[in-house]
């Protein structure tokens, strides 16, 4: 992946400011984003970086630049910033204090998650943050922000908990990455980074805003059957009665050796339910002939083969629906499908969908996993549209 | 060719692929669908969730506009009840004021004529206790009060008589507005019905020193006259009332199917933020204000109403200080056909061939503001009017032109004589009798009949002037005959 340096086209807003760096120097690229995102009265920062940062070093360097205000964000596989798609470095984006407000909790150990407990927590900071604007949050005012451990593989029961208690307040997230090396992910609180955590954010916002989720996947006819499975591990040992790996590479007519990682990213798993589609991501092949998957997978589950279309028109007719909804956006908090990734880059995308990205003031990072609402999904682009303009101005 | 045994071998490993599958299926539709802890069922779970909150939202949202637009709609209707309202506190208002205005400019004619009641009760109970000698004595004392006195009369008539259009606009427009007033359209000829006015707004534009000029025309209409004549009285009314100085004009143009009957004036003129306030009842321009000339204010509103009633486009054009134009549009009869048509034949006739034509009328009148307006209206008509405000300078006139008029008109009361002895004077000058009429405020019968037998035709003050024209033709005819 390659930093490309762009003109930042929209004039920046007073309430809400981007920045970018690709210095490798941790207290360096902390220094030249801070500058750029500076603002008398910062209400909340986020940052997505590089996991190949010294992270003891970057904790508290973000926390010294904004010792006064909540500070998140967590590792990725990729940072989205006014620099376009960087496969390392630093991205973030600050918004006033006067359009924003915030509250966040850390959620430990989601591997082995406590519902109650998570409850517990998505309360408190919610009581904590209506206490402190003095009034209460709903659908229209306010909104969520979940960045988990992408390596927990337990995003299900993390949003299913946090969302029951949020009874109708838009959320959306994604899992924390690695650069695809699978081994650790950080989410960033209080000053410093928790390993097999999630971070919620509930914020008080007068900016219009818009949730949304979108993908470039269509489903096919060919169906199989999950006759093998590790729930636990979101693994799928056969389909069809078969090794898993096998009978996928069998359906798509190519033998196993085949299955590169760009041909499982452009041929997702898909179910369907009602009228929708979702998509069930293959992460890895195993030895053993088994496929390990982005999300729940269970036995007895119909999947069908899907086929990425046009990821660029999908992505562009999305964000200009959402456009129409907040007016131009002064941020869109995004969260992309590290596998989307892969698929850009063996087409050569990424660098007409990073213009679009800038035109719509992208900020965010190449995740493990996306969430929206209660649902965990995979290989989507997922975000918050944030209009210029508050609504009672 | 496979070999078979592989073949059998295929098949069976298919099928127990399928029993495989089979039995997950099975098991899966035994262990129902959506739910369960684990984490599939919790992401169908959440689908499901996501599906009704998405059909809820919309539902939500879809109450929403519709309340929105209840909302929006509701406050359109209680917008324009505050509007009515907020217009009939105004015309209520209105009303208020006029009523207070109305009772004091009623009050003030009648006070008015009571005190000269009084004092012409007081003067004849005096006059009757002087002795004769004093009388003698007193005598151009007695001729100066009788004077005053015949005055005072005068006074109090023209107050009643103010009161009377007072009350008549009253009852007008409370009729108009109970919505009794009836309609007769028919077909007619507009040309009497404006020289009628021409001739009466003539004399009284004439008494404000102002110049009138009304233009002729042959057009038949189709309306209401009664109620036209009303609302054209108004206008002119208007007009007089606020022109100061220089012209009033009543004219008449086409406009495609229809005729434009216009009144000019040289008058105040109306701001054009005032052009449709005017037409309210109970509005008047700002105005030096006496009660025989101010009017109620209703002039305009009776206009418009009735105007509305017979469908006729009432127009307004005014600069300030330039002066106004206000038009009624009325449709012209479709087909001129019958009476309307013979009627507007036999007036143009009667115009242009004119039987007064160039006919030599002497007038005799003592209030020079009468005389000159009762000429000028015989003028119009094409008679070489002749006027003097006595029977003798009347003669040394004539007789300086070597002239013997063709019909003679006179006052009854005139200075020093009656219009009879005058008369008889100009009678015995030429030597013969003269078609002649007098005009007089209020003939007695005696008077009526004594000047009957003598031949003599008597009008009644006010003058008619299609009447008065009437009987002017007849006198010409019968001087000739």
């Known amino acids: 992946m390659t930093a490309t340096i762009r003109h930042i086209t929209a004039p920046p807003t007073h309430w809400v400011r981007r920045g970018g760096s690709t210095q490798a120097d941790p207290l360096k690229a902390v220094t030249e984003v801070a500058a750029q995102i500076a603002m008398p009265d910062p209400g909340l920062v986020i940052f997505f970086c590089a996991a190949d940062y010294d992270l003891t070093t970057l904790a508290p360097a973000i926390w010294r630049h904004f010792p006064r205000c909540p500070v998140v964000g967590c590792t990725t596989a990729g940072v989205i910033s006014p620099r376009g798609y960087q496969s390392q470095g630093l991205g973030a984006v600050a918004f006033s204090a006067a359009v924003l407000q915030a509250e966040t909790a850390l959620i430990e150990d989601v591997g082995a998650l406590r519902v109650t407990e998570c409850r517990q927590r998505t309360q408190e900071v919610r009581t904590r943050l209506e206490s402190r604007t003095g009034r209460t949050l709903d659908s229209g005012t306010g909104f969520a922000f979940l960045l988990c451990d992408g390596l927990c593989l337990n995003e299900e029961r993390v949003v299913s908990a946090i969302s029951a208690t949020l009874s109708g307040i838009p959320l959306v997230g994604g899992s924390a990455g690695d650069d695809l090396q699978f ?37 096919t006819d060919q169906r199989m059957v999950v006759t093998q499975a590790e729930p636990a591990r979101r693994l799928v040992r056969h389909l069809n009665g078969a090794p898993a790996a096998a009978e996928y590479a069998r359906l798509l007519g190519l033998s196993v050796e085949d299955l590169t990682p760009e041909v499982l990213a452009e041929h997702p798993p898909v179910v369907k339910m009602g009228d929708d589609f979702y998509v069930r991501s293959i992460i890895e092949m195993m030895p053993d002939g088994g496929l390990t998957f982005g999300c729940a997978v269970d036995t007895g589950i119909v999947l069908r083969i899907g086929r990425t279309g046009d990821l660029v028109s999908n992505l562009d007719t999305t964000l200009r629906e959402v456009r129409r909804e907040v007016g131009t956006p002064a941020v869109v908090l995004a969260c992309d499908c590290t596998l989307r990734q892969v698929e850009m880059e063996r087409h050569g995308l990424t660098g007409s969908v990073a213009d679009t990205l800038e035109t719509f003031q992208a900020v965010g990072f190449s995740s493990y996993g996306e969430q929206i609402n209660s649902m965990h999904l995979n290989q989507t682009f997922t975000g918050i549209a944030f209009g210029a303009k508050p609504r009672d101005a | 060719m496979r070999d078979p045994a592989q073949r059998i071998a295929d098949l069976e490993e298919e099928n127990r692929r399928l029993r495989v599958t089979n039995g997950v299926l099975m098991d899966q539709a035994e262990s129902g669908l959506a739910g369960g802890e684990s984490s599939y069922g919790l992401f169908q779970t959440a689908v499901i969730l996501e599906d009704t909150v998405r059909a809820r939202t ?19 209707v209680e917008n324009a009840l505050l509007e009515a309202k907020t217009a009939a506190e105004l015309a209520n208002e209105n009303k208020t004021k006029f009523l207070t205005a109305v009772s004091h400019d009623l009050q003030q004619p009648l006070t008015a004529a009571r005190l000269m009641l009084q004092t012409l009760a007081e003067r004849l109970g005096e006059a009757s206790h002087v002795d004769m000698v004093d009388r003698i004595q007193q005598n151009v004392d007695m001729v100066d009060r009788i004077q005053q006195n015949v005055d005072m009369v005068d006074r109090t008539n023209q107050t009643l008589l103010t009161m009377e259009s007072l009350l008549r606009s009253l009852i007008d427009i409370s009729r108009l507005e109970a919505g009794i007033t009836e309609t007769r359209v028919r077909d007619f000829a507009v040309a009497p019905l404006l020289d009628q006015l021409a001739a009466e707004y003539g004399l009284t534009a004439q008494s404000r020193r102002l110049e009138f000029r009304a233009v002729g025309s042959r057009a038949l209409v189709r309306t209401d006259p009664v109620l036209l004549e009303r609302v054209l009285r108004n206008l002119l009314t208007n007009a007089v009332r606020y022109t100061p100085r220089g012209r009033v004009l009543l004219g008449l143009r086409r406009a495609g199917g229809a005729v434009r009957i216009e009144v000019w004036d040289t008058g105040v003129g109306i701001p054009s933020d005032g052009l449709t306030e005017i037409f309210r009842e109970f509005r008047q321009l700002p105005q030096r204000a ?26 307004v054009k005014s600069v300030v200080g330039r002066g106004s134009m206000f038009g009624v549009t009325v449709p012209r009869a479709p087909a001129a056909t019958g009476q309307a048509r013979v009627a507007a034949r036999r007036h143009a006739e009667g115009a242009a061939t004119g039987l007064l034509k160039g006919r030599k009328v002497a007038i005799i009148e003592n209030d020079p503001t009468v005389l000159s307006a009762m000429a000028t209206l015989l003028e119009t ?6 006027g003097e405000r006595s029977a003798t300078r009347l003669l040394i006139r004539l007789r300086r032109r070597g002239t013997t008029p063709d019909a003679v008109i006179s006052d009854y009361h005139l200075d020093g004589e009656t219009g009879e002895q005058a008369l008889a004077r100009i009678e015995d000058f030429f030597g013969r009798s003269l078609p002649a009429l007098i005009v007089t405020g209020a003939a007695s019968e005696e008077l009526a009949a004594r000047l009957q037998t003598q031949g003599r035709r008597i009008l009644t003050k006010p003058i008619n002037p299609a009447r008065l024209r009437a009987v002017l033709q007849r006198l010409v005819v019968q001087s000739r005959g």
């Open chain 1, 183 to 219: 081994q650790t992910s950080g989410v960033y609180h209080g000053g410093r980074f928790y390993d097999a955590a999630a971070l919620l954010l509930l914020a008080d916002c007068r900016l219009p805003f818009r949730a949304f989720s979108t993908h470039n996947v269509n489903a």
């Open chain 2, 58 to 76: 919309e539902e939500l949202s879809e109450a929403n506009r519709r309340l929105h637009m209840e909302i929006s709609r509701r406050r359109e």
């Open chain 2, 381 to 386: 008509w094409g008679v070489d009017a002749i």
């Open chain 2, 290 to 315: 006496t009660v025989s000339e101010k009017g109620l204010g209703l002039g305009l509103a009776i206009v418009e109403r009735i105007c509305g009633l017979l469908d006729l486009p009432v127009t």
